[in-house]
């Protein structure tokens, strides 16, 4: 089963992460999931660093970018806190 297809089960409200100068997930393919999950009537939020590239969200990795690690960070955990009322 595709991934696109499982969106669907998907219950709890989601924030999804970019880089976009990831090579390995493209411009074409986040548009795709950002369409799906309008479609969907998700409860969601997506947002793609320009600059960022593929797991940049790791401080262990050599493209670590912490700028967009820190901005990504803050608005996973204001989500988390709205989520949860904490």
């Known amino acids: 089963m595709s991934g696109s297809r499982r969106y669907k089960d998907i219950t709890a409200p989601i924030y999804l992460f970019f ?3 990831d090579l390995f997930i493209s411009g074409d393919r986040i ?3 950002n369409t799906r999950f309008q479609e969907l009537g998700k409860d ?3 947002k ?3 600059d960022a590239d593929h797991g ?3 401080n262990e990795r ?3 970018n912490q700028s967009a690690a820190e901005a990504a960070w803050r608005e ?3 989500k988390f806190s709205l989520a949860t009322g904490s």
């Open 19 to 21: 880089g976009g100068q």
């Open 44 to 46: 969601y939020r997506l």
């Open 31 to 33: 548009q795709q999931i």
């Open 56 to 58: 940049f969200f790791c």
């Open 76 to 78: 996973l955990t204001r």
């Open 62 to 64: 050599s493209n670590y």
């Open 48 to 50: 793609v660093y320009p």
